[in-house]
């Protein structure tokens, strides 16, 4: 059996027409009191399978709708054909803007032509806005060789053809959302619950214009503004979107595999640094006292060893060659040898 091919979103103004295979649906209830976060779970399942099995995901929003993302384009028709749902009525349409993804191009050849021009060029390839990145030095504006596009399809493709020229396309990583007026990251200005905080010394009931506090962050109580693009928890924020981006998830839920992939966890440090088991003694109980050993010389066949009584004789020769002074091979026990010596011999 094949497999289903990617989502493509083409921009035409019925959602039903044939081009238009979206891959992402919202559910919304249409009364005002949102009767869709009243609902059990198992009543919704219920109720999906009726209209079409074997969904891809399905996820409650914030909001109490209803997030499905589809396989193929039937599910999808399937599902913007309906009007009620549970006995509730539905409005059923493609998600604003998790059906399109943005990707980077980069090439000196598109310096020299417009958003415009690079629009008309590409757009068979499924591109349906272009933008260029452009830098500031002082109060000129500088246009660079990348270029922004949006894709209406929910897969980046690997390239793109600029008339005779094959460009790679990178995924693009916005800067992380950040609230200007309480200077939190996770939402935008028009979201924000907060206080007014200034960004230079994160005090209550003005802006920055103007201030002449000293600098002071918001989120790190360093001696720096917080618009400041370098302090640490700015950098954990752009590695942060970069997983939401290439994964695909919201902020809460990038934040929570971000961390989890970050901190090491306390039973593998543990594990990597468990010492070796051994023992250490005190080195006092281990030198005992050892005499000292003497030479002792050894006497010939025909002459009696020194300090022996003169009744006993030696039992076996040992030539004066093998002496213990003279051959250190030879390692005799003195007490072996003292009794080589007290074999008893009759006297004549």
Known sequence: MDSPKPHVLAVRDDPLDEWCIVGLLCISSAVPNNGLSKKYPFAIQKGLDGISKN?????KLSSGDLLLETYFA??????????????LPVTITPHKTLNFCRGVVSDDELLFSSDEEILEGISFQGVVNVRRIV???????????????????????????????????R????????????????????ACRG????????????????CQSEPKCAKCHQAHESVSKSFPKCILEKKNQEVRIKKKLTYIEAWKLFQSESVTSYARITKLSKP???????????????????TIKVSTLNETPTGLPKQFSVSKAIPSSDTLSNNPDHFIVPSLLHRSFEVPVTLK
């Open 135 to 169: 830098t500031r030095k002082g109060t000129d504006t500088i246009p660079t060789k990348h270029v922004i596009l949006t894709f209406s399809s929910i897969v980046l493709p690997s390239s793109i053809k600029a008339g005779y020229i094959n460009i790679r396309v």
């Open 195 to 210: 206080k007014q905080i200034c960004s230079r010394c994160t005090s209550e009931g003005h802006s920055y214009s103007g």
């Open 171 to 190: 995924p693009y990583i916005p800067y992380p959302l950040r609230c200007f007026k309480c200077q939190k990251f996770g939402y935008s200005q028009t």
């Open 74 to 87: 039937l599910q999808s028709k399937s599902f913007l054909l309906i009007k009620t749902f549970l006995d």
């Open 276 to 294: 070796a088991m051994c023992t250490q003694t005190d080195e006092s109980q281990t030198q005992l006292p050892c005499p000292t050993l003497q």
């Open 55 to 59: 969904l891809k995901s399905v996820k």
